[in-house]
């Protein structure tokens, strides 16, 4: 009897673990928003519309523009506000250099990396100490 009991814990821990780690659907941003969150081993992070990394600058520390331009916007693609496209919740829109506009989470300029070939890949993180993986504050 004692053994059956222990034998059905193991087995509905197991299943318990097994339901959680799954992950989660991902969640939409208030309505309008560019960017989704979704759930990775390594924590939430931002992906664009297309599922891909959502990334982060340091130097972009004004809160009102993108210091990525020419060379560094080959390289890390701004990510893009339709004309007429308006702040939502923590997102908000920037002018760049170049005139265009662009989305920002928190007031940081948003970009996915030339190195993320496929949705999920977070390559970016890792080529330079600058760049970071963009994460939802909760």
Not at 1 to 14: G, N
Not at 23 to 41: I, L, R
Not at 77 to 85: F, K
Not at 100 to 115: C, D, E, I, N, V
């Amino acid at each position: 009897m004692y053994r059956s009991m222990i034998i059905a814990a193991v087995l509905l821990s197991a299943n318990q673990v097994l339901a959680h780690s799954e992950s989660p659907p991902m969640k939409k941003g208030p309505q309008g928003a560019p960017a989704q969150v979704v759930q990775t081993e390594d924590g939430a992070m931002l992906v664009d519309p297309s599922g891909m990394t959502l990334y982060y600058f340091d130097r972009d520390d004004s809160g009102n523009k993108s210091n990525c331009d020419a060379k560094c916007a080959e390289r890390w693609v701004p990510l893009a506000a339709a004309a007429g496209a308006q702040a939502t919740g923590d997102f908000t829109i920037v002018t760049r250099n170049d005139g265009g506009k662009m989305w920002a989470y928190r007031f940081r300029p948003l970009y996915t990396s030339h190195t993320d070939k496929a949705p999920g890949d977070a390559n970016g993180a890792v080529t330079s100490m600058q760049w970071h993986i963009a994460r939802p504050a909760y």
